[in-house]
């Protein structure tokens, strides 16, 4: 299930996408437990490494979403050295846009706003990038989400390219074509429904002894 959980976070990252049904889904595995979380923070992590700057921007969009919503297995593991480590050679790096940087400030000032209110050793690590990366005239504890910020904005309309420009989603769905995101909508609601089967058919089972 994980796989499918980096192919969903790449999907999102790679084609700009603000489908917010997929990321919504996405959140929710990735808080669900251990085996999810380790690998969502392994995606966001090379998207923030080696992705160009547009899709390093939709990364971290998705890391503030997941983080508005975050189960403590999620923040766990974004404590973790290695993400850690990523997040403070990206926001240092010189080749970094700035637009990029400050994306990336704003969701770790969150983070770190988050985690301080834990008081767990094991996540010390985002509250102390965030108090040596901050401006100087902010605070150590860091900077809750604004909620009216845009990066969470349900998008009304999708952008599309001219009419002229791509084949209609008629003659598309004529030919057999099913978009990516819905596939991967699909792909989701399938594993959900089989979850779903096998504890009825295990407690059918146990109901029956």
Known sequence: MSRELISAVGYLTATL????????????????NEANAKEAVKALRREFKYAEPKSQLSAARLWAIILRNASDIFLTQISSRKFIDVLEDVLTSSGTSPVV?????????A???????HRDRDRDGLRA???????????????????EDAMFSSPIVPTRPPIGERPSRKSDRQRG?????????????LQREMRLSLA?????RSQSR
Request: hydrophobic letters at 40%.
């Open 17 to 32: 996408s603000e489908d917010w049904t997929l990321e919504l889904e996405v959140c929710e595995r990735a808080s669900a």
């Open 101 to 109: 940087r400050e994306r990336l400030m704003k969701v770790l000032a």
């Open 111 to 117: 983070a770190a706003f988050i985690t301080s209110s």
């Open 129 to 147: 990038l965030w108090t040596r990366l901050k401006p100087a005239d902010k605070p150590d504890v860091g900077i809750p989400f604004d909620t």
């Open 177 to 189: 074509v099913i978009p990516p995101h819905e596939n991967m909508k699909r792909l989701f609601r």
């Open 200 to 204: 009825r058919c295990l407690h059918s």
